[in-house]
């Protein structure tokens, strides 16, 4: 089955920067079935979209909040997808989660979370 495990988070000063990994199992980026993307939330708030790559790697999308800050990547050998945040913000604080979404069937699958917490 798919799993999605994230590392990289935690606590770092504001103009810092984290990279976010998500290792996948269960499915391969080659396959060109899953776009991933990383979404984020924050106590008391909905989840949102962080950043998105498309299943062929091709297309990729940012939230405004975080565009020239943030860049989304993903090494098809290793089945890992990376959030690398630069210039982080304390609004930038909130749990960020991997989610792969199949192209064909439209399901969602997350991973368990990571906390990054931006502050002095």
């Known amino acids: 089955q798919v799993q999605l495990v994230e590392s990289g988070g935690g606590l770092v000063q504001p103009g810092g920067s984290l990279r976010l990994s998500c290792a996948a199992s269960?499915?391969?980026?080659?396959?060109?079935?899953?776009?991933m993307s990383w979404y984020r939330q924050a106590p008391g708030k909905e989840r949102d979209l962080v950043a998105y790559i498309g299943s062929a790697g091709v297309r990729i999308n940012y939230a405004d909040a975080v565009k020239g800050r943030f860049t989304i990547s993903r090494d098809v050998a290793k089945n890992t997808v990376y959030l690398q945040m630069n210039s982080l913000k304390p609004e930038d604080t909130a749990v960020y989660y991997c989610n792969a979404r199949n192209n064909y069937t439209r399901r969602n699958y997350w991973g368990q979370g990571t906390q990054v917490t931006v502050s002095s």
């Open positions: 269960g499915f391969t980026f080659s396959s060109d079935i899953m776009a």
